[in-house]
């Protein structure tokens, strides 16, 4: 069955960075549109980022453009996001998501497969 599995969460401060990974199994990697997307405590989950099937085409929300990078490597079916000037309010559970077509996408209903997410928290 499909697999989606993030890691490189942590505890950091304020303007530190992390990259997160997200190992994908039990797909054609290469065919999915691949996206980020993070739930802070009482809040909805909210979409980052996505990535297209090659990698050519990525798009960000405003709230991390400029400090979040989202690429793949089809060659380790995994994808990551690099983030940069963390922020106290970057603080929450970060998913990684498997869209329904090669595509970048922004529609959180094209995502048809979902990893178990991995915490990040940042402090002041």
């Known amino acids: 069955q499909v697999q989606l599995v993030e890691s490189g969460g942590g505890l950091v401060q304020a303007g530190d960075s992390l990259r997160l990974s997200c190992a994908a199994s039990?797909?054609?990697?290469?065919?999915?549109?691949m996206g980020w997307f993070r739930q802070a405590p009482g809040k909805e989950r909210e979409f980052l980022t996505t990535i297209s099937w090659s990698g050519g085409s990525t798009y960000y929300v405003d709230s991390v453009k400029g400090r979040f990078t989202i690429s793949r490597d089809n060659a380790k079916n995994t994808v990551y996001l690099q983030m940069n000037s963390l922020k106290p309010e970057d603080t929450a559970v970060y998913y990684c998501?498997?869209?329904?077509?090669?595509?970048?996408?922004?529609?959180?209903?094209?995502?048809?497969?979902w990893g178990q997410g991995t915490q990040v928290t940042v402090s002041s």
């Open positions: 998501a498997a869209a329904g077509r090669g595509t970048a996408t922004i529609i959180k209903g094209d995502y048809r497969y």
């Open positions: 039990g797909l054609t990697f290469s065919t999915y549109g």
